[in-house]
């Protein structure tokens, strides 16, 4: 049975009566779940969601806090706070705009304002701009960070600002920050683990989009710098990759059109990005079924299009991915996430329920 999710809503007159939620009236039928959350500071589940309405059948026993990438929906927000679930904005801004101290106070100001007008609970800031450690932007962005915080603690009490960071410091995609300065001034950083072929500097072939060392090995880099393990949350893809063969050898060697990307000679920009429930629903009549690689820790599949091209498709299944929350709670991570919740195939049909609440249960094995 469907629930009534519309319960967490006041009518649509009523709302234009009390002014609508631009004007910050409370948009739920429980005027308390328009109060900001607070306390939830154990084990971190930090969800992206980027609209529609999949949200209604995620996992929320597990969902600490969500990111509205999507377009605002005051129904999502009464209920995640019906469920004790943060909710907060997404924040980004072009860096050169904000080397001026005075247009960074201004967004930053929008930034509060906007928040206490939707009633969320903080901010995701998700930049991912190049950055060359001698510019201007280097320290702006740092900056940014530390007075985005400080003005969401001040002004929305218990309020959370997170930053999201590439798989590696190393300075992917010419992504040059000040990792320790960034983590040391907000709450804790997202890092994205995957797409960790944005830049093949050694053979152009398919490989996995979280390679599991690889992921390892970005969170060591991490932690050498000195940020403490509390201050990151590993992100992970409910995502994958279909690369068009060029040759696919009989050992699975899948090799790559060159696609250069920032430097580098090949990218995963050779391949598209696909959605797990899309996966799920190819793997089973693919050419091989399910492969797993052993070295990578991680499925991939082959199969042959119309055009009698042949395709090999690399993913994270619960597999991989309670490998890499084994390492989080081992390695005492502040949590776990993904990017994103609308990924999976939320239909009724029972092989899809099965696969979904999978996916989910991988995040805290």
Known sequence: MRRPWGRWLLPLGLLQLLGGPAAGACPCQDPRLCHPVTGTGGFEVFVFDVGKETWKSYDWSKITTVAAFGKYDPELMCYAHSKGSRIVLKGDVPLKEIVDPAKRTAWISQQVDLAKKQHMDGINIDIEQEVNETSPEYHALTDLVKETTDAFHREIPGSQVTFDVAWSPACIDKRCYNYTGIADACDFLFVMSYDEQSQIWTDCIAKANAPYLQTLVGYEEYITMGIDPKKLVMGVPWY?????????????????????????PCSDAAGRQVPYGAIMKQVNSSLSGVLWDEVQKSPFYEYKDSLGHFHQVWYDDPRSISLKAAYVKSRGLRGIGMWNGNNLDYSREAVAEQQTEAMWQALTP
């Open 240 to 264: 994958g990759y279909d690369y068009v063969c060029q040759n696919l050898s009989k050992d699975h060697v899948c090799s790559l059109s060159k696609v250069p990307f920032r430097g580098a």
